[in-house]
Nanobody, 123 residues
């Protein structure tokens, strides 16, 4: 499995960014998700999509972020709006084999097997 993120950058508070994750894998369906990590903080689940497109969101993303998945290209997106300084961090794409994603509960990052290199978001 290979995951390549893009789309990070620096924006002012209130601005928007769209992250992309190009996923390459063969065989079984995979859950795809976005996590983020700020310096000195635990990796936090932001959003995930099951292989059928069903989405889950972490509390910090509700109402501001939208995850989507293009199954034809295996690309995961994260549209982020009304960005705030507390959204600053490295954003990672993650994958886990299986149709359905686990809940984005604290500590569940360990349930994901594959990670991209990350893309930096600074607000």
């Amino acid at each position: 499995v290979q995951l390549v993120e893009s789309g990070g950058g620096s924006v002012q508070a209130g601005g928007s960014l769209r992250l992309s994750c190009a996923a390459s894998y063969t065989g079984d369906p995979h859950c795809l998700a976005w996590f983020r990590q700020a310096p000195g903080k635990e990796r936090e689940g932001v959003a995930s999509t099951d292989s059928d497109g069903h989405q889950r969101y972490g509390d910090s993303a509700l109402g501001r972020f939208t995850a989507s998945r293009d199954s034809t290209t295996n690309t995961l997106y994260l549209q982020m709006t009304n960005l705030q300084p507390e959204d600053t961090g490295m954003y990672y794409c993650a994958a886990r084999g299986g149709m359905y994603c686990p809940e984005l509960s604290r500590g569940n990052a360990v349930l994901f097997d594959h990670w991209g290199q990350g893309t930096q978001v600074t607000v």
